[in-house]
């Protein structure tokens, strides 16, 4: 993940945002392991590790994560922010996480009204590696995202952010069995993180948003996971109108972004990638011919 600043102090001067105090919990992301190759030889590899992260707001028991660990503060801040729970940052003093006991313990400013009818509310199973949840109610709020209407993606700067994505040194590249998600401005990286559920690194990504005061208005969000729906509603109620993926799209995730005017590419590699909806958001340069 990318080295970010996790601990802004709590500020209340006139103009300034108060922010929550954030714990630095911090554990190893892989462990060697011994296998066996295809010679019968033996050799150590590495592989991430998964641990589960049981989320608690004022008290209040929401959801287990299974987590890698890279980033649980900016995940829980960011379960909280798209799962609307809660509405402003300012409303939270704490993001404090134990490892010791498998547990981040969230605490609010001055309570938050309706949160046992809201968090035992109907959830909706999605596709995201087993572990994603949206509430029911999302579905219903996402038709009312603020998308900047002018935010549009060069294919010069598409590529580049490929390229940034495909030298970025990563987990994957030394463990596998990740996603990783970015926040892209144009073809500069704001921040990466990796995890095992998608659902879980565009989580820590919103919750980054959130804390910095980083709105969506002319962000890429870019991830090497499929865009299915959950994905494409946590973007729009970030305010991110255009998603990248190396992977591929669902149909519910087509349907969402083409109605909400975002646009998707998916099967991203090198110099390929099909866009699926939202053609006016993409400005075309047409490879120049190679020269005999």
């Given at each position: 993940?990318?080295?970010?600043?996790?601990?802004?102090?709590?500020?209340?001067?006139?103009g300034?945002r108060l922010?929550?105090?954030?714990?630095?919990a911090?554990?190893a992301?892989t462990?060697?392991v011994q296998?066996?190759n295809?010679?019968?030889q033996?050799?150590?590899?590495a592989?991430p590790?998964e641990?589960?992260?049981?989320?608690?707001?004022?008290?209040?028991?929401?959801?287990t994560?299974m987590?890698?660990?890279?980033?649980?503060?900016l995940?829980?801040l960011g379960?909280?922010?798209?799962?609307?729970?809660?509405?402003a940052i300012?409303d939270?003093?704490?993001?404090q996480?134990d490892?010791d006991?498998?547990?981040c313990?969230?605490?609010?400013?001055?309570g938050?009204?309706g949160?046992a009818?809201r968090?035992g509310?109907r959830?909706v199973?999605t596709?995201?590696?087993?572990?994603g949840?949206?509430?029911?109610?999302?579905?219903?709020e996402?038709?009312?995202?603020?998308l900047?209407?002018?935010?549009r993606?060069?294919?010069?700067?598409?590529?580049?952010l490929?390229?940034?994505?495909?030298?970025?040194?990563?987990?994957?590249?030394?463990a596998g069995?990740?996603?990783?998600?970015a926040?892209?401005?144009?073809?500069r990286?704001?921040m990466?993180?990796?995890?095992v559920?998608?659902?879980?690194?565009?989580d820590?990504?919103s919750?980054?948003m959130?804390?910095?005061?980083?709105?969506g208005a002319g962000?890429v969000?870019?991830?090497?996971g499929?865009l299915?729906?959950?994905?494409?509603?946590?973007?729009?109620?970030?305010?991110?109108?255009i998603?990248?993926s190396?992977?591929?799209v669902?149909?519910?995730g087509f349907d969402?972004?083409?109605r909400?005017?975002?646009?998707?590419f998916?099967?991203?590699?090198?110099?390929?990638?099909?866009?699926?909806?939202?053609?006016?958001?993409f400005?075309?340069?047409?490879?120049?011919?190679?020269?005999a």
């Amino acid at each position: 993940m990318m080295p970010i600043e996790q601990q802004p102090a709590s500020q209340s001067a006139p103009g300034r945002r108060l922010l929550p105090q954030l714990s630095q919990a911090r554990q190893a992301l892989t462990r060697t392991v011994q296998v066996r190759n295809e010679f019968g030889q033996t050799q150590d590899v590495a592989i991430p590790v998964e641990r589960p992260l049981t989320l608690y707001l004022d008290k209040q028991e929401l959801v287990t994560l299974m987590t890698v660990g890279a980033a649980p503060e900016l995940l829980a801040l960011g379960y909280l922010r798209n799962q609307r729970l809660v509405r402003a940052i300012d409303d939270i003093a704490a993001v404090q996480v134990d490892w010791d006991v498998e547990a981040c313990s969230i605490t609010s400013r001055h309570g938050v009204a309706g949160l046992a009818e809201r968090a035992g509310a109907r959830r909706v199973l999605t596709t995201g590696c087993g572990q994603g949840t949206v509430y029911a109610s999302l579905m219903d709020e996402v038709g009312s995202a603020a998308l900047d209407p002018d935010t549009r993606i060069r294919q010069s700067e598409l590529y580049a952010l490929l390229d940034t994505m495909r030298l970025h040194d990563s987990l994957y590249k030394s463990a596998g069995s990740v996603h990783g998600c970015a926040l892209f401005e144009r073809d500069r990286l704001l921040m990466f993180t990796e995890d095992v559920g998608r659902h879980n690194a565009v989580d820590a990504i919103s919750g980054w948003m959130w804390l910095h005061g980083v709105d969506g208005a002319g962000k890429v969000f870019y991830t090497t996971g499929r865009l299915t729906s959950e994905m494409v509603i946590k973007c729009a109620l970030m305010g991110v109108a255009i998603l990248v993926s190396r992977s591929g799209v669902t149909q519910m995730g087509f349907d969402i972004a083409e109605r909400l005017g975002m646009a998707l590419f998916a099967r991203c590699t090198n110099r390929h990638f099909l866009q699926y909806t939202a053609p006016q958001r993409f400005v075309a340069e047409p490879l120049q011919p190679v020269a005999a």
